[in-house]
C-alpha cells in the first residue's frame, strides 16, 4: 500500500476575514483558535481553511499557493497543547456524515466523516440498534482524530474496531485507503504519528473512517471501574446501553469538563514495565496500581504514580494538576502552553526521581 495521509493533531479555529479562493476555499486569516483547542491556549492561526468535505481536501492540494504549504490538520482540539501560533496552514476537518455502510452475518460497519464528534458516532450506533463501541464513550475530539491518537478507554482501543480510513495525499491530492495493518496501531500510536521510515505523520489529511462492531455482541467488562459498576448494581449481564452509561458517569466522575475547566484529557500515557519492573517496583511500592497485560508485561497507573509523588492540585501558573484525578492537567484560567509544558516536565522528572519511569505525554505540543 502507497505511503500517505494524516493529520498531526487536533483543533480548531474561529472564523475572521474569510477570502473566497478562486478555488471556492475560503481562507480565513489571524484565527483565534483559543476557542477551539479543549485546554483554551492562547494562539493565532495566520490561515485556515475549513475542509468540508474530501473535495475540499483536493482543491487545498490543487490550490497553487496552499498546495506547497505546510499544513496543519485539526479537528476537536482535545489532543494539543499549543504554544505559540500556528504559522502552517490550518486544515480544520469539519466533514460530516453518519451511517451504516453494510450489516454482515458477522458485523456491522459503520462510515463517519472525519469531522464528525467522536462520541456522537458512539451515541448514534447505539440509537441504529449497533453495539461495540460503548467503552468508547466520551473521549472527547473528533472520528478523524480516533485513528492517529489510537484513543482507548475501558479496555477497549480503537483498533479493536477498526475496518479503514480514506485519506488525502497531500502530495498527489488521491484517495489512499489504509487498513488496520498500514495503520501500525500501537498503545496511543499509530503510523499517523510516525516520521521515521514508512511514517505518515504531516502527509494528509483523514476524510472518513470505517467501523466493525463484531457480531455476536459480547461485553468488554475487565475494567476495574466496570467490574465496581457491576457489583454496585448488581448486574452482572448488562446491555450495551448499561455499559455505555456506566463509562459515561466514571468518565464524568473522574474528568473535567473542557466547556468549564480547560484541559486535554489524560495528558501522560500509562507506561508499561516488564514483569521484573513491575516486581521490583511493587517491593518498593506495595500499592501501586498496575495491570497485566497479554504478553506478560505490566501497564502502571500513571495517575497513580503522578499523586504519589505528590503533585495532586500542585500548579505552575495557571497550569495546575487536576485536584481529583492527577493524570489531568488543567488551565485554570489564563495559563499558557509553557506553563502547562513546565508543569509536564516537571511532573516527569519526579516520577523518573522515585520510580525511575519515564512518563510519555498523550497530546501533541505545538
Not at 456506566?246 to 464524568?252: Q, S, Y
Request: proline content about 7%; overall charge neutral.
Amino acid at each position: 500500500m502507497q505511503s500517505s495521509p494524516i493529520p498531526p493533531a487536533d483543533t480548531a479555529s474561529a472564523s475572521t476575514s474569510p477570502t473566497p479562493a478562486a478555488s471556492g476555499l475560503n481562507v480565513e486569516s489571524d484565527v483565534n483558535l483559543k476557542p477551539y483547542n479543549s485546554f483554551g491556549l492562547p494562539a493565532v492561526a495566520r490561515r485556515l481553511v475549513r475542509l468540508r468535505s474530501e473535495a475540499d481536501a483536493r482543491r487545498v492540494v490543487d490550490h497553487p499557493e496552499l498546495g506547497r504549504a505546510p499544513k496543519f490538520v485539526l479537528g476537536g482540539g482535545s489532543n494539543l497543547v499549543l504554544t505559540r501560533d500556528v504559522e502552517p496552514v490550518v486544515l480544520k476537518v469539519e466533514i460530516p456524515g453518519l451511517r451504516v455502510l453494510e450489516e454482515r452475518a458477522d458485523c456491522w460497519i459503520l462510515e463517519a466523516g472525519a469531522g464528525v464528534v467522536w462520541h456522537e458516532l458512539v451515541a448514534w450506533s447505539l440509537a441504529q440498534g449497533v453495539p461495540g463501541l460503548e467503552n468508547l464513550a466520551l473521549i472527547p475530539g473528533t472520528v478523524g482524530a480516533a485513528p492517529v491518537q489510537n484513543i482507548g478507554a475501558y479496555g477497549l482501543e480503537l483498533k479493536d474496531r477498526f475496518d479503514s480510513l480514506d485519506a488525502i495525499d497531500f502530495t498527489t491530492g488521491r484517495r489512499v485507503t489504509l487498513d488496520a495493518t498500514a495503520c501500525r496501531f500501537g498503545y496511543r500510536d499509530s503510523v499517523f504519528k510516525q516520521s521515521g521510515f514508512g511514517g505518515l505523520a504531516g502527509k494528509g489529511v483523514i476524510t472518513a473512517v470505517r467501523l466493525r462492531c463484531p457480531k455476536p455482541w459480547q461485553p468488554q467488562l475487565g475494567y476495574l471501574d466496570l467490574q465496581r459498576k457491576m457489583a454496585e448494581t448488581g448486574l452482572t449481564a448488562p446491555d450495551a446501553r448499561q455499559v455505555f452509561d456506566w463509562v459515561c458517569e466514571i468518565r464524568r466522575a473522574k474528568l473535567p469538563d473542557p466547556a468549564r475547566i480547560g484541559n486535554a484529557g489524560s495528558f501522560f500515557k500509562n507506561p508499561v514495565v516488564s514483569a521484573e519492573q513491575c516486581r521490583d517496583i511493587i517491593a518498593r511500592d506495595p500499592h501501586i496500581v498496575h495491570y497485566p497485560m497479554p504478553d506478560g508485561s505490566f501497564k502502571l497507573a500513571a495517575g497513580w504514580l503522578i499523586d504519589a509523588c505528590g503533585w495532586k492540585g500542585k500548579s505552575v501558573g495557571d497550569a495546575a494538576v487536576y485536584d481529583k484525578q492527577a493524570l489531568v492537567l488543567v488551565n485554570r484560567g489564563a495559563a499558557r502552553g509553557a506553563e502547562v509544558v513546565t508543569l509536564a516536565r516537571a511532573i516527569q522528572e519526579s516520577v523518573y526521581g522515585r520510580f525511575g519511569i519515564r512518563l510519555e505525554p498523550e497530546p501533541v505540543v505545538v
